[in-house]
């Protein structure tokens, strides 16, 4: 009786030419990011006529992705403080153009 010899796809394909094992490649699925749906916006007045515009309602795995986003399209500076999205300035008007343009329901003052 004749041996068969074992051979796998991978072993086939090579003899045939042909790249690949014959199984599909594994895709590495990333974790969905939550959406950005709705946030709150609110103005503040700090010491030194300072003022701030606050963002709440940020899922915390995106808000350090968005913060940069918002502060390289305004030109300005800000940063995450207790769970808030902080940008300098008054900047309601700016922000609620930028985020309705992304399908964010912006609630809150909108300057």
Avoid: H
Wanted: net charge positive.
């Amino acid at each position: 009786m004749i041996e068969k010899e074992e051979s796998s796809f991978s072993d086939l394909f090579s003899k045939l030419g042909i790249k690949g094992s014959g199984v599909p490649e594994p895709t590495s699925k990333k974790p969905c990011e939550p959406e950005l749906k709705s946030v709150v916006l609110a103005y503040e007045k700090r010491s030194g006529n300072k003022v701030v515009t606050t963002i709440r309602d940020v899922p915390e795995p995106i808000r350090q992705k968005t913060l940069q986003e918002l502060k390289k399209a305004l030109g300005t500076g800000g940063s995450v403080v207790d769970n808030l999205l902080v940008i300098q300035g008054d900047r309601r008007k700016d922000l609620v153009r930028l985020l309705e343009k992304r399908g964010v329901k912006v609630r809150g003052e909108r300057g």
